[in-house]
């Protein structure tokens, strides 16, 4: 479902993100990447949701060669994905009810169906109950359930999660990575969760790949890949890519633009809140 074939990414500012990396990931797979900050973890997520593309090699989802992606698919092929976040991405202003449902608004889902998708999502991470609550009345955990709902609602195909447990405690970290299990196993959806807490991957019979400064040094599932210790990089790694949004309408341009429908009108309050943004920066 997912390869990587040769995959090489240097930044503008010289650093070599990744090298020569060769993963294959297969649909329904739970997989484990684990490193330390700066090891390419994040570099390699940007890769599969088409933020970056490679420097050299060739990255192929679900029959899609991300390489020779043209702009105007990206949000298309997005829709394949549902991305969780280290910080949440709830928006402050909204329900848990209404946090959801945004992710199908903004494709220009029928209500109806909305209704219906939201509820089994809410259901599935076990919040049905807390549907007219305010993400301020939540604990970390709800809210990340929250995230992993809306990431869920619209039939991902793969569960992309980035440092998911990286904000709450490990018990509450365990009931993230128990639901993604869960969700994996009954839904055959794929699973690729990026972490740091090596003590909390070990807890669980998952395939782990290790990245270190960029090049894939040990893969459970390929026992044979051995790679001498190699040292620590000196130059800067490139700037986190996920930062915390400022304000409620950059949230809201951010899920957008993870699968906007490019091509037919969305929900009208949606519309208005992108007329909104678009007036606040022209100002």
């Known amino acids: 479902m997912i390869d990587f074939s040769n995959v090489s990414k240097t930044y503008p500012n010289g650093t070599k993100a990744l090298n020569n990396c060769n993963i294959h990931i297969d649909r329904g797979e739970f997989v484990f990447i684990v490193g330390s900050s700066g ?36 949000p298309y092929y997005r829709r394949k994905l549902g991305i969780v976040f280290q910080d949440f991405r709830l928006i402050p ?78 018990e509450m970290s365990r009931d993230i990575v128990n639901l993604l299990n869960h969700i994996n196993a009954n839904n055959n959806t794929t699973v690729i969760m990026v972490t740091h807490e090596v003590d909390l991957v ?30 620590e990089r000196v130059e800067t790694a490139p700037t986190a890519y996920y930062e915390a949004p400022l304000e409620d309408d950059d949230i809201e341009r951010f899920i957008q633009n993870y699968g906007k429908n490019t091509e037919e009108s969305v929900n009208t309050e949606e519309s208005a809140a992108s007329e909104k943004s678009e007036s606040s920066d022209s100002i």
């Open 202 to 231: 070990k807890q669980y019979n998952k395939r782990i790949i290790t990245i270190k400064n960029g090049t894939v040094i040990s893969d459970t599932a390929h026992p044979e890949i051995v790679v001498e210790d190699i040292p």
């Open 93 to 170: 202003n909204r329900t848990v009810y209404d946090n959801v449902a945004f992710a199908m608004h903004v494709i220009g889902a029928k209500n109806k169906d909305i209704s219906r998708r939201v509820a089994y999502a809410l259901s599935l991470v076990g919040l049905s109950v807390k549907a007219k609550c305010y993400p301020h009345e939540l604990s970390g955990g709800e809210q990340q359930r929250v995230a992993l709902a809306r990431a869920l609602v619209n039939h991902a195909d793969i569960i992309v999660a980035d440092e998911p447990t990286g904000n709450i405690d490990p």
């Open 39 to 74: 090891a390419g973890k994040s570099t390699f997520l940007k890769m599969i949701m088409r933020e970056e593309v490679p420097s050299e090699g060739k990255i192929v989802v679900d029959g899609v060669e991300l390489n020779k992606l043209k702009a105007s698919k990206i």
